[in-house]
């Protein structure tokens, strides 16, 4: 497994939030897209992993 470093710039906002505060170690990158979807938030997963729709 390869890991990359994401760099993340802007404001955190509380009240805009999706997912929720803290770090979780997941197994699998399907938990992370399962957690996403749930948020509303598949379409920043797929940016995220180069998937363009």
Partial sequence: ???KQMVVRGEQ???ER???SGLVE???M???ATRCAAAG???LFLT?????R
């Fill in 1 to 3: 497994l390869r890991w």
């Fill in 26 to 28: 997941l197994t699998d």
């Fill in 18 to 20: 999706k997912l929720p």
């Fill in 13 to 15: 906002v509380d009240t």
């Fill in 30 to 32: 399907s938990d992370l």
């Fill in 41 to 43: 938030l598949t379409a």
């Fill in 48 to 52: 995220s992993m180069k998937i363009y």
